[in-house]
């Protein structure tokens, strides 16, 4: 199916079950421990044996020798795999270093050696017995220190390193209120609570993997191209996914290990990544510094606004582009953005829940507030007024439905923004300065290529089979629901399969594109189904619901068109010029209060809202729930998430969850979430977009700007720590 043009009146539109806040049709399964993840399909292979990576202890250098021989020797041991005896390994096209290093080493912790072993504790021991000889080379840590070394990347069709409209120097220089500010981001973990973990097994030349990753295709891909064999020799099994945010969009050591193992053992082999690997051997959001220039009007219109980025990351990594959301979000007619990357010698930078978006809103909205009290104006309102209908960029591309200014005037009508106190460090309950912030929310609703199959059996029951993925965020419950409204029938009588890379490739978790875009892909596929049941019972126009068919008077139970045998229909939805004429994208507003003790600088967040414009709500139960825990990511990152890098001996040093500090429930106040009523007919059939990075998306500057209501205290860098804050803050009353 080809979406080419806006979506009209269709079935979903009955709304019997989609837009309805079911429960999470696999949460039973989850509760009672029946829902197997990656490391757990005992089942399935009952007899695996468990491997554990030997990572790299040198940042950069070469691998002079390995010596394994008493790690051979130690006791359970089936097999040590090195780059020396692996076999000839390619490289994935979504990786930027190699998975198993040698002779080269391009990062700390990268994989040198994996050891099998009949139990993990034995792996574990044995590990340790793995001799490695460095020649050690200088490498590079601090972004600081590189940037001015820092090149533009190669570009994206929709991320350019560099944009320019109209003459931005000449209309920055001539505006009468200014702001010329740089801002920092820290580099961040995912910190997601499954590690990564593989178990594989070898049937032949064949090879299964049960693996934690959110898109089994591209997984699929980059095993094959890795291990060098035929991509129909590998198939990929993710039914379950114990959280990623980016961090399992692509394919990982675990997986690639764990195929090495088990093919050197000769038995299956599971491998999970110990969580002081994770930090350093996987990827991570990487630090950035970013400078943003906005030249104003005295009425508050924006005349000019820049943005200019930098980050770092291994030679040929990804950019972090955080200058998306500026070319998007407000008006005005000179503008300009710049994306630079400089080679730094740490692990791989690449994607992390609403990547570019999410460090670039940090910025800008704090750069928003410190403008709004330049002009001596309220800060939601500076933001309507720089609201605009079309891309700033391109005035003939309108956005496809955008909503900003309704959210803001929600949110500020809902938190009670008109008793906020817009001096700062004036309002006070004991020894706590209480303050209000406030964000935008941006964060663009991409749609890909999706494809399902179908099929109703002679007992009623409705099956539907994508590769799609479910990382916590409700997929299973969607695609039911979605499949329900479609053939008429209960919810109780829809079955999902999810994860498999035997059924066809979806648009897989990620880029706040998954759910729309895989349900669309199921409505697809629904279509043809309905058209083969039509045909069959010789109706014309034919009615789904309850249960039964209904056309000219007459009614049959759905399953009499199978009664004969199944029926199996198979589909894609394909999205052309739409997405491209129509800006796609999501908007919201941020609303925090927060209390600073005056005397020690501790941070508390006492309530939060987010109100959001994001396209038609698939399950309001589930929306909610992404979008309450993106606010508490957002907590971290603005008040304690911080990769700290050792500039000597380049790694991350707080690599476990005991010092890598992200929120705790005693963290989190109330939370409110609010969303608008909204269809958007140019995204899909579904008329659905994401929502689940949106709520990210402002909440870290948000709480910022708090933080300056409340103390006066404006700090720049995140996170906003107590150190940042104590020496220039009121003294205690």
Same mark, same amino acid.
């Given at each position: ?24 049709? /696999? ?73 198993? $290093? ?82 920092? *981001?820290?580099?961040?973990?995912? !910190? ?6 593989? *178990? ?125 959301? *500026? ?29 570019? @978006?999410?460090?670039?809103?940090? !910025? ?41 200014? @309704? ?72 695609? !039911? ?25 979806? $648009? ?10 895989? *349900? ?25 619901? /309850? ?31 739409? !997405? ?112 689940? @990075? ?22 720049? =860098? ?8 104590? =020496? ?6």
């Amino acid at each position: 199916m080809k979406f080419n043009t806006p979506a009209t009146t269709n079935p979903i539109d009955t709304l019997r079950h989609v837009g309805k806040p079911y429960d999470r049709v /696999d949460g039973p399964l989850k509760c009672t421990g029946q829902a197997p993840y990656a490391y757990e399909h005992h089942a399935a292979v009952p007899d695996a044996a468990h491997g554990v990576m030997v990572g790299a202890t040198i940042a950069k250098g070469t691998i002079v020798s390995i010596d394994d021989a008493a790690a051979r020797r130690a006791p359970g041991v089936l097999a040590v795999v090195t780059a020396a005896n692996a076999g000839a390994l390619g490289k994935g096209q979504k990786n930027t270093a190699r998975l198993l $290093a040698g002779p080269e080493v391009m990062h700390y912790h990268q994989a040198v050696a994996l050891v099998v072993a009949e139990t993990f504790e034995q792996a574990r021991a044995a590990a340790h017995l793995v001799k490695v000889s460095y020649r050690e080379a200088k490498g590079s840590f601090d972004l600081a220190s590189v940037k001015d070394s820092a090149t533009p990347p190669k570009g994206e069709r929709n991320a350019p390193p560099d944009t320019r409209v109209g003459d931005f120097e000449h209309a920055f220089d001539g505006a009468p209120v200014k702001l010329d500010a740089t801002y920092t *981001t820290p580099d961040q973990a995912h !910190a997601m609570m499954e590690p990564h973990a593989t *178990t594989a097994r070898w049937g032949g030349d064949k090879l299964t993997v049960w693996t934690s990753t959110q898109m089994v295709d591209w997984c699929r891909t980059d095993l094959a191209r890795t291990l060098n064999i035929g991509k129909d020799k590998v198939r990929v099994v993710a039914p379950y996914i114990g959280g990623g945010f980016g961090g399992k969009l692509f394919l990982r050591t675990d997986a690639v290990l764990a195929a090495l193992g088990a093919r050197a053992a000769g038995r299956p082999v599971k491998v999970a990544l110990q969580r002081h690997q994770i930090f350093n051997n996987t990827t991570h959001r990487p630090k950035t510094i970013q400078r943003l220039r906005i030249g104003v009007g005295r009425d508050g219109r924006i005349q000019a606004i820049g943005h200019e980025t930098w980050n770092g990351n291994l030679p040929g990594g990804r950019p972090e582009v955080a200058t998306q959301q *500026t070319r998007l979000l407000y008006a005005g007619a000179h503008r300009m953005t710049a994306t630079r990357v400089a080679v730094l010698d740490l692990p791989e930078g690449n994607s992390m829940r609403a990547p570019g @978006e999410a460090p670039g809103m940090m !910025a800008l909205e704090i750069a928003m507030d410190e403008l709004a009290e330049k002009l001596g104006m309220d800060p939601v309102q500076l933001r309507i007024l720089n609201d605009t209908k079309v891309d700033p960029e391109k005035p003939n591309r309108p956005f496809s439905e955008r909503r900003l200014v @309704e959210c803001l005037r929600t949110g500020a009508e809902r938190f009670g923004w008109k008793a906020r106190n817009a001096k700062p460090a004036q309002v006070r309950e004991g020894q706590w300065l209480i303050g209000h912030g406030v964000a935008a929310a941006f964060r663009n609703s991409p749609v890909v290529k999706s494809a399902a199959r179908v099929r109703l059996g002679t007992d009623g029951i409705l099956t539907v089979e994508t590769d799609m993925t479910d990382i916590g965020t409700g997929s299973y419950t969607i695609i !039911a629901q979605t499949a329900a409204e479609m053939l008429g029938l209960p919810l109780d009588r829809v079955k999902v399969k999810l994860g498999d890379s035997d059924f066809p490739v979806s $648009a897989g978790s990620g880029g706040q594109f998954g759910a729309n875009s895989a *349900t669309a892909g199921v409505y697809a596929a629904c279509v043809k189904l309905r058209e083969q049941i039509a045909a069959k019972m010789n109706m014309t126009e034919p009615v789904f619901a /309850d249960g039964v068919v209904r056309a000219g008077g007459v009614s049959q139970p759905l399953a009499k068109a199978a009664e004969s045998g199944e029926l199996v229909a198979e589909d894609v939805i394909e999205f052309g010029e739409l !997405a491209k004429k129509n800006q796609l994208s999501t908007f919201g507003a941020h609303f925090v209060e927060v209390a600073v003790d005056s005397v020690t600088g501790e941070t508390r967040v006492r309530r939060m809202l987010a109100v959001c414009a994001a396209g038609r709500i698939l399950n309001p139960k589930s929306a909610r729930s992404q979008v309450i825990g993106s606010m508490t990511m957002g907590v971290g990152g603005a008040l304690m998430e911080h990769m700290v890098v050792d500039k000597r001996l380049g790694f991350f040093a707080n690599h476990d969850m005991a010092t890598y500090e992200v929120p705790v429930h005693a963290d989190i106040p109330h939370q409110d979430v609010i969303f608008l009523d909204e269809e958007d007919e140019y995204s899909s059939p579904m008329k659905a977009k994401g929502v689940g @990075e949106l709520g990210l998306c402002g909440v870290a500057a948000a709480i910022a700007n708090a933080v300056y209501n409340a103390t006066g205290v404006r700090v720049r =860098e995140y996170p906003v720590t107590l150190d940042k804050l104590l =020496e220039k803050m009121p003294l205690p009353v």
